[in-house]
């Protein structure tokens, strides 16, 4: 089945610093890739659809400067949060939609906390 | 505008049979997704339905009705694993997800 592998797993990172978030599809080609957030106790919510070799779509509210995305290959998606502030302490997780089209396969999420 | 509504929480005892709720208002309609959370992790995939009746997959069940925007998942035997939030999602004519804030499940023994 479709797997895409997310690391890393946690990261804690001082207020101020940059953090990057990548996402692989393992045994498929993502052209598309959607770029989740989670505040504790909410729901997911879509941040950024990035397609492979174009600018990503955000979402309304979500700053592009802040949250870089790129998607330069057909296998690798990269989430950065730049200037990070604890605010920004969340579940990130990604997706991509699975091989026979029917439904999305997600990573294991990131957990970051920024102090 | 765009709306899921499912309960914010439910409890059921170990070996019974749960139904969960959702309700959904999208632009457009391109199939319905369940999806089971258990605290900390990402979600894991349960079922998709684009066409209105029952899809069975072992002990979960989904099922959908399109002229009145609802589903539900059905799961039967329920077993201490089985606690977790889950998470109603529709697809809209753009190919978005549209999240419910999901509903938490806790079994009781």
């Known amino acids: 089945g479709a797997v895409v592998s997310q690391h890393p797993s946690r990261v804690i990172c001082k207020s101020g610093t940059s953090v990057k978030i990548e996402c692989r599809s393992l045994?498929?080609?993502?052209?598309?890739m959607f770029w989740y957030r989670q505040f504790p106790k909410q729901s997911l919510m879509l941040m950024a659809t990035?397609?492979?070799?174009?600018?990503?779509?955000?979402e309304q509210g979500v700053e592009k400067d802040k949250f870089l995305i790129n998607h330069a290959s057909l296998t690798l998606s990269t989430l950065t949060v730049t200037s990070a502030h604890p605010e920004d302490s969340s579940f990130y997780i990604c997706?991509?939609?699975?091989?026979?089209?029917?439904?999305?396969?997600f990573g294991s999420g990131t957990r970051l906390t920024v102090v | 505008g765009q709306n899921i509504d499912q309960p914010t929480e439910m409890t059921a005892t170990e070996g019974a049979i749960v139904q969960i709720n959702c309700t959904y208002q999208?632009?457009?309609?391109?199939?319905l997704f369940w999806y089971q959370q258990h605290a900390g992790e990402a979600p894991t995939f349960l079922s998709y339905?684009?066409l209105d009746g029952l899809e069975e997959k072992g002990r979960f069940s989904s099922f959908l009705s399109r002229s009145k925007g609802y589903s539900y998942l059905l799961l039967k035997e329920l077993q201490m694993k089985d606690s977790a939030s889950y998470l109603c999602?529709?697809?809209?004519?753009?190919?978005?997800?549209?999240w419910g804030a999901g509903t938490k499940l806790i079994i009781k023994p």
């Open positions: 999208t632009s457009g309609f391109n199939g």
């Open positions: 999602a529709a697809m809209d004519s753009n190919y978005q997800l549209i």
């Open positions: 339905n684009v």
């Open positions: 997706s991509a939609r699975t091989l026979d089209g029917n439904g999305y396969t």
């Open positions: 045994d498929f080609q993502a052209t598309t």
């Open positions: 990035s397609n492979e070799g174009s600018k990503a779509t955000y």
